[in-house]
């Protein structure tokens, strides 16, 4: 595992977060709904006003931003303190027609501040000077200034909108890059029949090199078969070598088919020995582990695989042995669907979260699907991201084994957006459980 900085809280975090519970407190006190922001991107969170007889919601909405600190305010005095407004937070703020309110903290002494941006900035000559200037007297965040926001707040009736998030949010793919496969294909005149019979030959002779497809009468492999270990099912005078990069770049279907067969079964080796592949589900699986009863039972148990992705470390668990009065009911393996494809001239292996389950860690359960299908209801997003993650892990940057690999990967494809995905928004209405998650933070990797 790399040696991996620990993770830390700053100081100007728990400023911040500071400031923001200060905000809390002040809308508590109106009697009214603070609701924070899940990402942080130029609002940290809205209020709701309520009715203070009655605590009925009223339906109107304002965004709030807060800037705290622990120092002195920029050019203070007894009645007053300046605040130069970052330049993409301004141009945030003044998009969409949710007013939004600036409050501008220093929560050692307990004293908020409050404009709103809008209207403040209404003015052209403050609009290019983006400084606001806070009156102690008059600006002073209490309780108090319910009826002012009053005024302020939208109704949600009106559509409320506003500009996207301006933070930049990394999203990921499930293709992984080929980088790199053995140069040269080897071909030559083979007499058996099929791939059982050759497989079977080289066997018995203490080869097991999977890697390898016939085609008709010609065995097609990354191997060098002119070694002494292809004997049995080859002839070294028929050899031929050719380039490989012209495999994969041919523009013959049935060329390119076998060239993605020949990177499956190097995948389906390299993998090995701690990730199986079910031929007849065409999935990969992590392998179970074994513990032995004191009275000499064999019986599956569970176990967590560690990974390191986004720059942290995590573990899942990716084989679980599901018990009742000491008998092994199932056993749920972590799974891919692994498909080499083809895009725009390059190859990637496309990965697809999955589980497989079994009786006894080796044995199809006869209910695998209905098992399958019940997981799937409950599982959600992250969770299948982080899968794909610690997959990514695992093919791309662990060795498996001792031998020299075959293929080489990248990391899974990236890209940047200028826009942050509201996660409580995007969980289902109707899981309240996910939505809470999310806004505690539980949606984070399993740390190690």
């Known amino acids: 595992m790399p040696n991996l900085r620990p993770k830390t809280l700053s100081h100007q975090t728990i400023i911040g977060q500071k400031g923001v519970n200060l905000i809390a407190t ?34 109107l909405i304002l965004q709030i931003q807060s800037k705290a ?18 330049e993409r937070d301004l141009a945030h703020w003044l998009k969409g027609n949710v007013p939004v309110i600036l409050v501008r903290s220093r929560p050692r002494t307990n004293e908020a501040y ?20 806070f009156d102690k ?13 009053l005024g302020l707040a939208a109704p949600k009736t009106l559509g409320l909108y506003s500009e996207p998030s301006v933070a930049q949010e990394e999203l990921f793919s499930n ?16 007499a058996c029949r099929d791939r059982d019979e050759a497989r079977e030959l080289l066997r018995s002779h203490g080869n097991r090199n999977i890697e390898w497809i016939i085609r008709g009468d010609r065995l097609y492999s990354f191997h060098d078969l002119r070694s002494d270990e292809w004997e049995p099912v080859t002839n070294a005078i028929t050899v031929s070598v050719q380039d490989s990069a012209e ?26 020995p701690n990730v199986w592949y079910q031929p007849s589900r065409d999935l990969f699986y992590f392998a179970p582990r074994w513990t032995e009863t004191p009275n000499g039972e064999r019986r599956p148990r569970s176990y967590r695989a560690s990974y390191v992705s986004m720059r942290r470390a995590g573990r899942r668990t990716v084989f679980e042995a599901f018990e009742r009065d000491g008998r092994t009911l199932s056993c749920r393996h972590m799974a891919f669907e692994g498909h080499f494809r083809r895009l725009a001239g390059e190859w990637y292996l496309a990965i697809n979260p999955t589980y497989y389950f079994t009786s006894n860690g080796e044995d199809e359960h006869p209910r695998a699907d209905e098992l399958l299908s019940g ?6 997003h992250r969770s299948i991201a982080y899968q794909l993650l610690l997959w990514e892990d695992r093919i791309s940057h662990e060795a498996l084994t001792d ?15 200028d826009a942050a995905i509201d996660d409580v928004g995007w969980a289902s209405r109707d899981d309240p459980q996910e939505t809470a998650a999310i806004s505690n933070g539980q949606d984070q990797l399993d740390l190690a």
Do not use: H
Request: aromatic share 10%; glycine share 4%; hydrophobic share 40%.
């Open 26 to 59: 002040v809308v508590a006190e109106m009697r009214s709904i603070w609701n924070p922001s899940t990402i942080d991107v130029g609002i940290d969170g809205t209020v709701e006003l309520c009715d203070r007889s009655t605590g009925e919601a009223l339906g």
């Open 69 to 86: 600190t622990d120092r002195e305010f920029p050019s203070e005095s007894e009645s007053s303190f300046d605040f130069l407004c970052d």
């Open 114 to 133: 409050w404009v709103s941006v809008k209207d403040y900035f209404s003015d052209p000559v403050k609009n290019a000077t983006r400084l606001v200037t």
């Open 137 to 149: 007297t008059k600006d002073r965040l209490t309780a108090d200034v319910y009826d002012r926001w």
């Open 175 to 190: 293709l992984l890059p080929v980088q790199r496969w053995p140069k040269k294909l080897y071909v030559a005149v083979t």
């Open 247 to 272: 495999w994969a770049a041919s523009s013959s279907e049935v060329v390119e088919n076998d060239f993605r067969s020949l990177l499956n079964l190097c995948l389906i080796r390299q993998l090995r």
């Open 375 to 380: 997981i799937k209801v409950f599982e959600k």
């Open 403 to 417: 031998r020299e690999l075959l293929l080489g990967f990248g990391r899974l494809i990236r890209m940047k957006v």
